[in-house]
């Protein structure tokens, strides 16, 4: 049609969707048509903040890598992960759920692990943990034979993908549930971190006076077919960020209990000083079994990233 004002512009848009054949795309699009055009017209966007906007998305394309992808790290710092997560588990958001965000670290194929090794691959330092987890169903019922990807940062605060000196797959293990549901390693306690400010997602938090730091977390990606896949973190208790996690992804069901044991001796010898304990109960639910396409797929190349902290203002 042409156009003969601003509202028409809509009218056009959402009539050309409506010829589209996949009824869900049909929905998808004129739903984000229509709001996007509502935002311009409430907020009075001008033209110069029109092409600021482009220029943001853009470069959330350009700064994403094999080992780094800025685009999901956007998502997470806006809550929209976490919405889309909470939305989608959970009774469709009805109830508690064990899940939460893929984040932007996961990579296939991390090495199989036996129950009780370590994922420990290069030396790593940091204060030992021994976690064991059990997976069940909506029942509670243990479920058997569950691949269960395990990942997390090194005390430093560096998954190995950002960390040219930790090994390939370095603190990444892949692990299987028994008959009790229940798996078992041992490691090192991860570290909170802070977020990558090189891109636009800096700019978004120093806009709004917010850190980037967030707490200390271990991945957990749990699959088996006949149940839908699971990706969770569960958080250190200990961690001072929990309440201003730049992620916006810290749920009441998935703060760990972080164990610290001074005196007790270790369940291995070879330790002499603190360790910690986690116990972890998931519960994951009946559905279909898909795995998406992994953030990242390589390690980054050059030196160690020098991270840089910002304050959260009052």
């Known amino acids: 049609m042409i156009i003969g004002n601003q509202k028409d512009v809509t009218e056009a848009v959402l009539a050309e969707l409506s010829r589209a054949p996949n009824a869900r795309f049909r929905e998808i699009m004129s739903a984000a048509v229509q709001h996007l055009h509502d935002f311009a017209r409430d907020t009075q966007l001008t033209e110069a903040e029109f092409h600021q906007v482009c220029g943001y998305i853009a470069k959330l394309g350009q700064l994403s890598t094999a080992s780094h992808n800025e685009v999901v790290l956007a ?13 989608n588990n959970g009774d469709n958001g009805q109830a508690e759920t064990t899940a939460n965000l893929m984040g932007p670290f996961w990579r296939m194929d991390s090495p199989i692990t036996p129950k009780g090794g370590s994922i420990v691959r290069s030396p790593t330092v940091g204060v030992p ?3 064991n987890a059990w997976v069940h169903d909506t029942d509670g019922k243990p479920v058997e034979d569950a691949e269960v990807d395990v990942w997390h940062t090194s005390a430093e605060g560096f998954y190995e993908s950002q960390d040219p000196e930790q090994a390939d797959m370095n603190l990444r ?11 078992a390693f041992r490691s090192v306690k991860p570290a909170g971190y802070p977020i990558p400010l090189s891109g636009p ?3 978004l938090l120093r806009a709004q006076g917010r850190h980037n730091m967030r707490p200390a977390h271990i991945h957990f990606m749990i699959y088996k077919p006949g149940f839908k896949t699971q990706f969770s973190q569960v958080y250190s208790s200990d961690d001072p960020n929990l309440d201003t996690d730049v992620q916006f992804a810290v749920t009441q069901a998935l703060v760990g209990r972080y164990v610290l044991h001074e005196n007790e001796p270790a369940p291995s010898g070879d330790i002499q000083g603190p360790w910690y304990s986690l116990d972890y109960h998931f519960k994951i639910e009946a559905g279909e079994a898909n795995l998406p396409k992994p953030p990242i797929t390589g390690k980054a190349e050059g030196p160690r990233p020098v991270w840089s902290v910002l304050e959260r203002t009052s």
Do not use: R
Request: proline fraction near 0%.
């Open 75 to 87: 998502a997470g710092s806006i809550g929209l992960s976490s919405l889309v997560c909470l939305l």
């Open 173 to 183: 293990g892949k692990l299987t549930t028994d008959s009790e549901g229940h798996i």
């Open 201 to 203: 997602v800096g700019e």
């Open 129 to 131: 943990i021994f976690v």
